[in-house]
C-alpha cells in the first residue's frame, strides 16, 4: 500500500485506491474563522469509536457500519442533544482489524473506507461545524502494524523503524517508530497536518505520548530524545499553522511542561489528559460507602499536580474494555 495514499481498498482488502480529494465544497468559513481551543470556554468532548457506535444488526463485513452521511443524521442529532461541544473520533487512519479500534495503523495518509469516501468524511465534519461542534482525532505516532503490506520493512529494509529489535517491538505486537530517522518525523508531521488541513479537523489527541517521551515508554531506559524533538517540532509547526486547533497529549507520566509552549521548554501541547484523575475518582467510586472516607485522598490528590499542567478530566475508553464495566457499572451497588 502506499504510505501516502488517500484511500484504501475496504478491509479485508489492503491495496491504495487513486483518490482524488478534490470534488467538496466547505460551508464552513465561519467556523474556522471563529473557533478557539476553549482555554476560556466550557468543553464537553464526546469520545466515540464510529465502527461500534452503532451497526446494523445481522449483517456481517463493512456493511453493517453506519457510513459518514449515516452519523451526520444519528450520532450527530444525539451529541447536540446531549450538549457536547465536540466530538472525539478514535483513529481513523486506515487500518486492518475492526477490533484494534484504529489504534493499529496501516495508513497515516488514508480514511478509512470502513465507512465511506474522503468526501463523506469531509461532508460529516462540515455538518459538525454548522451545528457547532468541534472534531478531534485520535492520532497514533508511536507505532504501527507489522504486516508486510504496509510500513513495516517497506523497502526491504528498516526504513520507518528501528533496526534493533530492543528498540522496534512493542507491547501491542506493533512496531515502533524511529524518529532518529529525519524522513519519520517528516512523514508523521505531515500526516498531523494533512488532517488539520485536508478535513478541517478541530485537534488532534496524540495517542500514546509516553512512548515518545521514554525509550519505548519506559522510564528506566531513559528519556526518548528522538521522540521529543518530534513531539516539539511538530507542534510548533501546527500551532503556527493552526493556531486555533487544539493539541492534546495522552501521557500517563510525570514529565514536565507537557502542555508549555516549545519556545519555554515544553512539548508544545495545548491539553494533557489527566489519567491520575481518572483512576482515583474511578477507585473511589468503587468502594463501599463506608469504606470511602478512608480513601478521601484520591478525590483531591489531583490538586497536587493540577497547575502544573493544563488538563483534560477524561473518562477514556480504555477504562471499559476487556471487561472492566460502564462507567456507571463500576459504582458500588450497580
Not at 473506507?113 to 465534519?125: A, D, V, W
Not at 528519556?223 to 500517563?252: C, K, V
Request: overall charge negative.
Amino acid at each position: 500500500a502506499d504510505p501516502f495514499g488517500y484511500y484504501a481498498e475496504v478491509r479485508p482488502a489492503t491495496a491504495s485506491r487513486i483518490w482524488s480529494l478534490d470534488g467538496f465544497t466547505w460551508t464552513d468559513r465561519e467556523w474556522m474563522q471563529s473557533r478557539s481551543k476553549n482555554y476560556n470556554q466550557p468543553m464537553s468532548i464526546y469520545e466515540v469509536h464510529l465502527g461500534s457506535w452503532k451497526t446494523r444488526r445481522g449483517i456481517k463485513g463493512a456493511e453493517r457500519f453506519y457510513s459518514y452521511d449515516d452519523l451526520v443524521d444519528t450520532l450527530l442529532p444525539y451529541v447536540k442533544q446531549q450538549g457536547f461541544t465536540h466530538i472525539e473520533l478514535l483513529p481513523l487512519t486506515e487500518h486492518p482489524l475492526d477490533a484494534s479500534w484504529g489504534y493499529q495503523v496501516s495508513g497515516y495518509f488514508s480514511a478509512t473506507s470502513r465507512y465511506g469516501t474522503p468526501q463523506q468524511l469531509m461532508h460529516f465534519i462540515d455538518c459538525c461545524h454548522r451545528e457547532k461542534i468541534g472534531v478531534i482525532m485520535d492520532f497514533v505516532p508511536a507505532h504501527f502494524i507489522r504486516d508486510n503490506y504496509a510500513l513495516s520493512k517497506f523497502d526491504g529494509t528498516y526504513l520507518y523503524e528501528s533496526a534493533d529489535s530492543s528498540l522496534r517491538n512493542s507491547e501491542w505486537g506493533t512496531v515502533f517508530f524511529d524518529f532518529t530517522k529525519s524522513h519519520v518525523v517528516s512523514f508523521l508531521k505531515s500526516a498531523v497536518d494533512f488532517w488539520l488541513t485536508c478535513y478541517h479537523f478541530d485537534g488532534i489527541r496524540y495517542d500514546a505520548v509516553s512512548r515518545l517521551i521514554y525509550t519505548c515508554g519506559q522510564e528506566s531506559r531513559g528519556i526518548n530524545e528522538a521522540g521529543l524533538w518530534f513531539l516539539r517540532s511538530t507542534n510548533y509547526a501546527m500551532q503556527t499553522r493552526h493556531p486555533s486547533a487544539m493539541l492534546i497529549a495522552e501521557d500517563s507520566t510525570n514529565f514536565l511542561k507537557v502542555t508549555a509552549p516549545v519556545e519555554y521548554g515544553g512539548l508544545g501541547f495545548d491539553y494533557k489528559w489527566d489519567l491520575g484523575w481518572m483512576n482515583d475518582s474511578l477507585d473511589y467510586m468503587m468502594k463501599r460507602p463506608d469504606e470511602r472516607p478512608a480513601f478521601s485522598k484520591e478525590l483531591t490528590f489531583s490538586m497536587d499536580y493540577f497547575y502544573k499542567d493544563i488538563f483534560l478530566l477524561p473518562l477514556s475508553h480504555d477504562e471499559v474494555v476487556h471487561g472492566k464495566k460502564t462507567i456507571i457499572d463500576k459504582i458500588y451497588g450497580s
